[in-house]
């Protein structure tokens, strides 16, 4: 079974319009992120979510728009799309807060590639 | 400003080699230090992480050395093979996960 999820795994559309990826993970994390990975394959960290609730909000255009339904969902939406929105966006998790502390470790999904031509 | 800083850009090494990476950061509030590999067409995997506690961590021939004085971290692969050839990334976490920053990758070649 594959821990975290994303689906579509291919996103190509042209500028202005709107479009949503989504994320699914099985393994009972607590805490979600979104992260872009530029063609330089810089990664950045835009979202986490824990408990279905905003805890970073980098410095990303308010077009993206988190959402997270329930602790196993967080899904990205985005309005308006400008070409500078190519990239791979990927969702992670990670279990969060445990009794004995914050786990960080984080756990990736495959990846969506997103194309705005 | 970049929060982590990762170097070399790119490493050709024979296989049987040492591969050497490292990253420095400025932040002392960091106190998680994953380094992470990725392949072409895939997300990153947690390769190993140490915590400022101590100064190494081994897994197999994997090994990150910590220097807390210096905000500097290193991982080292011993015996490279070719099926390490793949894009590496350290990466700094604190504040309970409401920080965390990558370096800029490292690609990794390993020649046979």
């Known amino acids: 079974d594959t821990a975290v999820s994303q689906t579509p795994k291919y996103l190509v559309t042209q500028m202005g319009n709107d479009k949503s990826i989504k994320c699914e993970q099985n393994?009972?994390?607590?805490?979600m992120y979104w992260y872009k990975q530029d063609s330089k394959k810089f990664l950045k960290i835009m979202f986490s979510?824990?408990?279905?609730?905003?805890?970073i909000n980098e410095t990303v255009p308010n077009r993206f728009s988190p959402k997270s339904p329930d602790k196993a969902h967080l899904n990205l939406h985005i309005n308006s799309l400008e070409l500078g929105d190519s990239a791979v966006y990927f969702c992670?998790?990670?279990?969060?807060?445990?009794?004995?502390?914050?786990?960080?470790?984080?756990?990736f999904g495959p990846g969506t590639r997103l194309t705005v031509t | 400003q970049q929060q982590v800083k990762q170097s070399p850009q790119s490493l050709i090494v024979q296989k049987g080699g040492i591969s050497i990476i490292n990253c420095a950061y400025e932040?002392?509030?960091?106190?998680?230090f994953p380094w992470y590999q990725q392949f072409p067409g895939k997300g990153p995997a947690l390769l190993i992480a140490?915590?400022?506690?101590?100064s190494e961590k081994k897994e197999g021939r994997f090994t990150i050395s910590f220097n807390k004085s210096a905000k500097q971290f290193s991982l080292h692969i011993m015996d490279s093979q070719p099926g390490d050839s793949a894009t590496y990334f350290c990466?700094?976490?604190?504040?309970?996960?409401?920080?965390?920053?990558f370096g800029t990758g490292t690609s990794l070649t390993v020649i046979p």
């Open positions: 393994l009972g994390h607590d805490t």
């Open positions: 992670a998790s990670s279990q969060g807060f445990l009794a004995g502390g914050f786990s960080y470790e984080q756990y």
């Open positions: 932040n002392t509030a960091f106190d998680y």
């Open positions: 140490i915590r400022p506690d101590v």
């Open positions: 979510y824990n408990n279905k609730e905003l805890i």
């Open positions: 990466a700094a976490s604190g504040n309970t996960g409401n920080q965390f920053y």
